[in-house]
């Protein structure tokens, strides 16, 4: 089976940084997801990793360790609308992913 | 239209009723997924239809019966549904074999089984 945790909660601060921790423990990886979904909305694709090392995509980046089972994403210049849930998810075969149960993030002004 | 798009958005049942959920994809994909989304928990993989070949059943009820006509639909039928199967249904469409293959979400059917 798989075994992918995150933080349940995480509060900051508008225009601050957060690092949003994810680590996991599956049988094969073939990839690492993370995925942003505001309330009533669909989940929606922010970053993936496969090999080792940092993967930046303007205020988003996600790092990924192989060898740790670890992964994070770095959230900077935090702006309200970032208020959401962010799901981990790892790819342990060609195509079927398992989710984390998702960090809720609330940024305050 | 355009990504993938779900209907109905909310479905309020009774115990006995028959109903189905659709889902359609406009991007050209080759998979097909539904998931289960219940408060505080992960997503919980349901069906994989694969080239329009189921290849995932993880051990659902068989009160939900999925159904793929076609590589552009998906459908997932529910019949004498009981309460816990109370949730938000995703569907999910993807690419194998593509760059990253990552999945595209629909917006979810909203499902309460009173």
């Known amino acids: 089976g798989q075994n992918i945790d995150q933080p349940t909660e995480m509060t900051a601060t508008e225009g601050a940084i957060v690092q949003i921790n994810c680590t996991y423990q599956?049988?094969?990886?073939?990839?690492l997801f993370w995925y942003q979904q505001h309330a009533g909305e669909a989940p929606t694709f922010l970053s993936y990793n496969v090999l080792d090392g940092l993967e930046e995509k303007g205020r988003f980046s996600s790092f990924l360790s192989r060898s740790k089972g670890y992964s994070y994403l770095l959230l900077k210049e935090l702006q309200m609308k970032d208020s959401a849930s962010y799901l981990c998810?790892?790819?342990?075969?060609?195509?079927?992913?398992?989710f984390g149960a998702g960090t809720t993030v609330t940024v305050r002004a | 239209e355009t990504g993938v798009t779900q209907t109905p958005r909310h479905l309020v049942m009774g115990m006995t009723n028959k109903k189905s959920l659709k889902c359609e994809q406009h991007?050209?994909?080759?998979?097909m997924y539904w998931y289960k989304q219940s408060a505080k928990k992960p997503l919980e993989l349901m069906f994989v239809?694969?080239?329009?070949?189921?290849?995932e059943n993880n051990s659902v009820p068989s009160r939900f019966s999925p159904e793929c006509p076609n590589s552009s639909h998906l459908f997932l039928h529910l019949h004498t549904l009981q309460p816990e199967d109370s949730a938000l249904y995703l569907c999910a469409s993807s690419q194998l074999e593509g760059h990253t293959g990552e999945l595209f979400f629909g917006e979810g059917s909203r499902l309460t089984v009173l």
């Open positions: 239809y694969n080239f329009k070949e189921q290849t």
């Open positions: 998810a790892v790819r342990d075969g060609d195509y079927k992913l398992s």
């Open positions: 991007l050209g994909h080759n998979a």
């Open positions: 599956t049988s094969g990886f073939n990839g």
